[in-house]
């Protein structure tokens, strides 16, 4: 007869295909069961942590929910911190685990409840007679509200035979959030009239526009009010016409770009939750600049917003889209009446004889986006003599495969990839760990989003501090993504951070400094092709890597070793607001 785990695992398995974790005595029996009863694919990791990362991951790249796993006690809380950092950035994801036996606690045992509760996340325990029932309500719980969940099996109820597997009903999901009410409705009708009526407008999008399917309706939006767009950093390529893009927001932003936002006279921001990084401290746009926000958040997320809509992104699109084309003039969209504007101008400018006066171009294409969005291209080295990450980022983004999703560990190199690779959507980058301001989760991403991404190649950016923290699933990284997979580990022997946040303040360097590291070496220990990149001519060996098959060739694992002295420009951003 089936047991408890094997109910967990059954019903799990009907609604997801990955699980990823460490086995232990706690969760003996369900992963046998995933192993032999389900066609559910379990990917082993190294350490714990791990499980739930490359879960966080595979959603990110997919958006299908994934589950964890590990045992009781030590192997839970090695979980904790990529438990809080999928609460911090809104991703489901089920933690199946190991908890005490239903007679109390053990000497190894810790209140595992409390302890997902203190970082935000819900535990559902099975039992004997409901665990078919209670695995759905967690992953409806984890669907619903965005967040992962812990799904506990007790020691001595694991194996306990539960009878024949009951159907189970289908998670119950909500419909996307509609505008309600005289307040939502007229908001609606101020933004409509706002864009109709703006010289300059702006459109910003995050990760929650791209979650909720608003791509397309954006780009119309865009279109029909002659706007320039950008986004927030996990919203990157959320609006489908790069023409008219400035690219990423905030710190990561271009200053030209940057200049541009701060001359908008209305701004709609759809998903984004507007943080101080994506806002630049409160200067991303200027004090005239009227700004509305649209979000599933209870209220206006910033205090610079002056007007706020609750509901989903892509339906308050939508309905914005229809309000202006309700009143466009003659149907035509502001892009239509620029190009009729084109033909109808003489040599000068001005209006053909016998024309009615045409207005003038949309915004967006009076301006130079592509020199707005130019980065600094740096030196080949710096001044140490080390090579110089810009001019390093750019030269790997010249060679990356066009097919790729980048995942990134958190540290002050974030800005490099930010800034200089480009991203095709918001589910082709992403960055797992920045949510919590924690470190050492980029190896375990990889695992993730190969396992997602089956036909792209996954791209790893981490620090060597981040990339030391993380060492024991380089192995499962190189494993999981084999010839599909490489890694960029910018090597500058540091916290560089901390360097740049507290050495320039006078304290003690010697506690953010790590003695240089050779990755080259330590990828080539599991199986990795590893390479020292002191100079960008080392860079050609990531041309041609790029051009084998990926069946054959190894994962490529980059060392570079950059200079400290280069310091991003966000984290300058960082340095004034906090000296």
């Known amino acids: 007869m089936p047991t408890v785990s094997a109910h967990v695992a059954l019903t799990l398995a009907q609604h997801i295909d990955a699980v990823f974790g460490v086995m232990g005595n706690g969760n003996a029996y369900f992963l046998d069961a995933i192993e032999k009863q389900t066609d559910a694919v379990f990917t082993a990791v190294r350490h714990e942590q791990g499980a739930v990362v490359a879960a966080d991951a595979h959603f990110r790249a997919s958006g299908r929910i994934a589950a964890g796993t590990s045992t009781y006690g030590a192997g839970f809380t090695n979980t904790l911190t990529a438990l809080a950092e999928a609460v911090q950035a809104h991703v489901p994801l089920v933690l199946v685990v190991g908890d005490e036996p239903t007679s109390g606690p053990r000497p190894w045992d810790v209140d595992q409840i409390a302890l997902a509760s203190a970082v935000g996340a819900r535990t559902y325990t099975v039992g004997r007679t409901d665990a078919a029932a209670t695995t759905v309500i967690a992953i409806e719980h984890a669907l619903t509200y965005r967040v992962p969940v812990v799904l506990a099996i007790p020691y001595d109820v694991a194996a306990l035979e539960a009878g024949p597997v009951a159907e189970a009903p289908s998670p119950r999901l909500p419909a996307p959030l509609t505008p309600k ?62 023409r008219y893009d400035l690219g990423v927001t905030g710190g990561f932003g271009a200053d030209g770009a940057m200049e541009l936002v701060r001359t908008a006279d209305v701004a709609v921001v759809f998903g984004a939750s507007l943080n101080q990084f994506t806002m630049r401290f409160g200067e991303l746009f200027a004090p005239g600049t009227r700004v509305f926000q649209i979000d599933i958040a209870p209220a206006a997320t910033h205090a610079h917003i002056g007007g706020f809509v609750r509901a989903d992104a892509r339906v308050a699109a939508e309905e914005l889209v229809t309000r202006l084309r309700s009143t466009s003039a003659n149907g035509h969209s502001f892009g239509d009446r620029a190009r009729h504007a084109a033909s109808a101008e003489g040599p000068a400018g001005e209006s053909a004889a016998g024309s009615e006066p045409v207005p003038a171009r949309p915004w967006r294409e009076s301006v130079d986006v592509a020199s707005a969005r130019a980065y600094d291209a740096g030196d080949d080295l710096a001044a140490d003599g080390r090579l110089d990450p810009r001019s390093a980022a750019r030269r790997i983004a010249e060679l990356l495969p066009e097919d790729r999703v980048v995942v990134s560990d958190g540290g002050h190199f974030i800005g490099w990839a930010n800034m200089y690779w480009p991203v095709a959507a918001p589910d082709r980058m992403m960055m797992i760990g920045t949510a919590f301001q924690s470190i050492g989760q980029g190896w375990p991403s990889v695992v993730g989003a190969a396992l997602a991404r089956r036909d792209s190649t996954i791209v790893l950016t981490s620090g060597d501090g981040g990339g030391l923290m993380a060492i024991a699933d380089l192995e499962s990284a190189v494993r999981a993504a084999a010839g599909r997979g490489m890694a960029v580990i910018w090597n500058d022997a540091a916290y560089g951070a901390e360097v740049n946040l507290y050495g320039l303040k006078g304290l003690a360097e010697g506690p953010m400094l790590i003695p240089e590291v050779d990755f080259a070496a330590f990828g080539a220990a599991v199986g990795a092709e590893g390479v020292v990149v002191r100079t960008l001519a080392d860079l050609d060996r990531l041309e041609a890597w790029a051009q084998e098959d990926a069946a054959t060739r190894r994962f490529l694992l980059l060392d570079l070793r950059i200079s400290g002295a280069v310091i991003a420009p966000y984290q300058q951003e960082i340095i004034r607001v906090n000296s």
């Open 181 to 242: 009410g005289e307040f939502a409705e007229g908001m609606l009708d101020e933004i409509a009239a706002a864009l109709r009526g703006a010289e300059r407008p702006f459109l910003l999008a995050g990760r929650g526009a791209w979650l909720a399917g608003a791509s397309q309706s954006l780009g119309e939006l865009a279109e029909l009010t002659g706007a320039l767009t950008a986004s927030s950093a996990l919203g990157r390529g959320v609006f489908p016409d790069p």
